[in-house]
Every structure is written in structure tokens, then in C-alpha cells.
């Protein structure tokens, strides 16, 4: 929880600061930066996570359901 959270914390101040690859990040770690993501980098995310969605394990697409919920009541 400890990481993630260092990680979170690197991707909303630090991060925006260069180019994005979600390609090179792993699966968890997309899951967890849901609904942080800068807008200009909103569309490559989604298509990034949504790829990995048949691949993920039963617990990750737990997860990525859970946030995802989150993700569209706090759009509202």
C-alpha cells in the first residue's frame, strides 16, 4: 500500500512533467492512478487499460471494476 501510494503521489505532481507510457507500467499500477490521470492523457489510459481487461486476474479486474465504479460516480 506503502508503494502505491509513493507511486500515486509521483504520477499526479511529478509525472506530468514528461511523456506518459502506460504501455510500460504494469497492470496494478494503471488500476491504481483511475480517475488521476491529466485529461490530455485521458484517451491513451483508457485504451491502454481497457486492452489489458482479458488478461487481467480475477483479483486485478476486482479492482479495476471497483475504481471504475468510483471513476463514473465521481464524474458526475
Do not use: C, H, W
Amino acid at each position: 500500500m506503502k508503494k502505491a501510494l509513493v507511486f500515486l503521489t509521483f504520477m499526479i505532481f511529478i509525472n506530468p512533467l514528461f511523456a506518459v507510457d502506460y504501455s510500460e507500467m504494469s497492470t496494478q499500477e494503471l488500476i491504481v492512478i483511475m480517475g488521476y490521470v491529466d485529461k490530455k492523457n485521458q484517451n491513451e489510459f483508457d485504451k491502454e487499460l481497457k486492452s489489458r481487461v482479458p488478461t487481467m486476474s480475477s483479483k486485478e479486474k476486482a479492482l479495476y471494476e471497483k475504481n471504475l465504479k468510483k471513476v463514473k460516480t465521481n464524474e458526475k
